[in-house]
């Protein structure tokens, strides 16, 4: 059982002030990696995504919004710190955050 547990959740670390000031630099979130599988992502759902760009950088952002071809559209909640992603493909999203350590 823990195993199957460790396998789905996932502690990930703030680098950035993107999600400033409900997230800060070096804050811990738990992700739930798992959870996407059977369900898809929500507006307002904190979301671990690939960055569209650079492949192996993981970032969080919340789902602002989705597009009529299925893909998302993630914002930082810091408009000085964060780049919008307004097309990113539901593939690029990881997991979904659930509880913050900090």
């Known amino acids: 059982m ?8 996932r502690r990930v670390r703030i ?16 992700v739930d990696m798992r959870i996407y599988r059977g369900t898809a992502p ?12 650079q492949e192996d950088l993981e970032i969080v952002k919340r789902v602002a919004a989705i597009n009529p071809d299925g893909s998302y ?6 408009p000085f710190e964060s780049s919008d992603f307004r097309s990113l493909p539901a593939i690029k999203i990881l ?3 659930i509880a913050r350590f900090g």
């Open 42 to 53: 929500r507006v307002g759902d904190l979301v671990v995504a690939r960055h569209p760009i």
């Open 95 to 97: 997991g979904k955050v």
């Open 15 to 30: 680098r950035g002030a993107s999600m400033f000031p409900l997230l800060q630099p070096d804050d811990e979130v738990l």
């Open 2 to 9: 823990l195993g199957w547990i460790f396998r789905r959740l």
């Open 73 to 78: 559209h993630l914002k930082g909640e810091n």
